[in-house]
């Protein structure tokens, strides 16, 4: 019988379903005041091969989001973007009218509509995630000459696989070479888009010796004409922004010869047996 599991309770309301055929080697029920809360902690050692088999798959973390909370630019593009496609696609007005309609509507009837508006919701919901903030090419610091740079390899890439078929539709390319003051794609060959495409990455890797000294100046111009604007906002993130980018390249360098080690977290452990293999 095992022991009770809330605190003030007597009787044990905490179990684990398990799948037949699954071996559970080795199981712990703790003392209460072993972890956070007022039930107690149930450890389970399960065989890792009668759950996943012979091959353990590959973990890997995951991607960081691009809607930060903490930065209020990030958050208020978040937010408009969100407003606008709600407003655009009247949601709130087709939830009004579900919600009229339900005392006349069959429950199922009503959950799938439902269901549906709230898948609908969650794509705007991503899609504004999606817009509210643009990941740079961290590779080199960001300045307008190496935007420029990686602007135009961007397009020349848009452009090779133009070249190669793999853009049904080049309406939007056209428009772009337009803005960047390039031919019209048909007129490019593949040999040339390749070349131009060399001729980019040789620019950018020639930038990177002065793109600090160039993201520095940049921020620093940037700030002088916050200043002379009286942007009081603009004025306060720049500076956040300096602070951030000088406390990162003090630090990273030293966080990578003194921390830890990054490697995937381990799915295997190898013991030795009673006969020391």
Known sequence: MAPNSHINGRLPICGVFASPGVNCSHAMIAQHGFGIGDHRVHLFDFDAQALLGE???SL???????????????????ENVLLQLVERHRMLEKI??????????????????FNRWDNELRD???????RCRKFRM?????SPVVGMWMRRLKL???????CRGKVPDWRNLKRSCTRQ??????????????????SCMLNLEKERENAPKMRREHLQDRLDIARLRGDVASEQEIIRIIKREAEKAEYTRLRIFTGKPRSSPPVSVTITNSDGA
């Open 181 to 198: 003051g390039l031919r019209c794609p048909s007129s490019y060959t593949l040999d040339e888009v390749l070349l131009k495409i060399h």
């Open 96 to 113: 009004a009218t579900l919600d009229e309609l339900q005392p006349r509507m069959p429950a199922p009837q009503f959950q799938l509509m």
């Open 60 to 78: 890997v973390a995951p991607t960081g989001r691009k809607l930060v909370c903490t930065i209020d630019r990030i958050r208020l593009n978040y």
């Open 124 to 130: 705007y919901i991503l899609a504004a995630e999606k």
């Open 138 to 142: 961290n590779h080199l610091p960001w």
């Open 55 to 57: 091959s353990y798959p």
């Open 156 to 162: 020349y890439k848009w452009l090779e696989a133009y």
